[in-house]
């Protein structure tokens, strides 16, 4: 029975530590990107020169 309340509190505080995380990555603005995402599969993947030379 002690092995669940342990666990319990453990979990309680691993969730917490998770929330505190989202919250301060909300506030400090990382999710404030709204145009990138949309159109990033539309961008060009760049070549080195080497393998763009070795192609025929």
């Given at each position: 029975?002690?092995?669940?309340?342990?666990?319990?509190?453990?979990?309680?505080?691993?969730?917490?530590?998770?929330?505190?995380?989202f919250i301060h990555a909300v506030r400090s603005g990382q999710y404030e990107?709204?145009?990138?995402?949309?159109?990033?599969?539309?961008?060009?993947?760049?070549?080195?020169?080497?393998?763009?030379?070795?192609?025929?």
């Amino acid at each position: 029975m002690s092995a669940i309340v342990v666990l319990l509190g453990l979990s309680i505080l691993i969730g917490g530590g998770f929330l505190i995380a989202f919250i301060h990555a909300v506030r400090s603005g990382q999710y404030e990107d709204k145009y990138t995402p949309s159109v990033r599969m539309l961008f060009d993947d760049s070549e080195s020169s080497e393998e763009s030379k070795t192609k025929i």
